[in-house]
Nanobody, 120 residues
Framework: VQLVESGGGVVQPGGSLRLSCKVSGNIDSLTYMGWYRQDPGKQHELVARNSRSGVIRYADSVKGRFTISRDNENNVLWLQMNNLKPEDTAVYFC???????????????WGQGTRVTVSS
């Protein structure tokens, strides 16, 4: 499947954005999906993941502010981001995930992502 992210932009601290990831195939065929972010020069950080069965986990840095969800009808993975902080500035990527030895790993190459900038 192909994954195409969109919805990024520039927002002030405390603002909100909703990112979308359009899945070219049937999103329900993907057992695990997640949102990563990457600062320049740093590794990708998994900030939210969900499973087909509905299990959801967040990184501590975004817990209570970000919400991941699936739209099975339209084959879209969403990331609602509220109360954004400057440290949320990054390029955000969606990904289908594999589960190996309690780790969640990307199953395909990274797309272009969508850039989020939080600045006053």
């Amino acid at each position: 499947v192909q994954l195409v992210e969109s919805g990024g932009g520039v927002v002030q601290p405390g603002g909100s954005l909703r990112l979308s990831c359009k899945v070219s195939g049937n999103i329900d065929s993907l057992t695990y999906m997640g949102w990563y972010r990457q600062d320049p020069g740093k590794q990708h950080e998994l900030v939210a993941r969900n499973s087909r069965s509905g299990v959801i986990r967040y990184a501590d840095s975004v817990k209570g502010r970000f919400t991941i969800s699936r739209d099975n009808e339209n084959n879209v993975l969403w990331l609602q981001m509220n109360n954004l902080k400057p440290e949320d500035t990054a390029v955000y990527f969606c990904m289908d995930l594999g589960h190996q030895n309690s780790d969640y790993v990307p199953l395909q190459s990274w797309g272009q992502g969508t850039r989020v900038t939080v600045s006053s």
